[in-house]
């Protein structure tokens, strides 16, 4: 992916309009259809939520970035500057964990 490339991220609220076709066995196609079945959602759906999960780990294992030198300025200017006070974040973490409250 070239650098500028925007990535998309997976929103199932928006329609479907674009069309992807694949080929698989017949063996690939069995095991697709059970799973689908038995997760309560169609082939379609399955095969979405699956390659999307796929794709934004693939992305995200990323170890390595390009950067040109402004670009470099920025993210380095970003890692200097000293944290934002987040009030909520930091009340957040003064909570109880979930788990715990429920019990």
């Keep these: 992916m070239s650098p500028g490339t925007p990535v998309a991220v997976s929103t199932p609220n928006q329609p479907r309009d674009r069309r992807l076709q694949l080929r698989a066995t017949a063996s690939e196609e069995t095991l697709i259809k059970v799973a689908a079945e038995r997760q309560g959602v169609n082939v379609t759906d399955f095969i979405m939520r699956s390659a999307c999960e796929s794709a934004e780990q693939a992305l995200s294992d990323q170890t390595r970035f390009v950067l040109d030198g402004k670009q470099w300025k920025a993210f380095m200017a970003a ?4 944290p934002k006070v987040k009030p909520r974040l930091r009340r957040l973490f ?4 979930i788990a715990k409250r429920r019990s």
Excluded at 79 to 82: A, Y
């Design 94 to 97: 003064t909570e109880p964990h």
């Design 79 to 82: 890692l200097d500057r000293p």
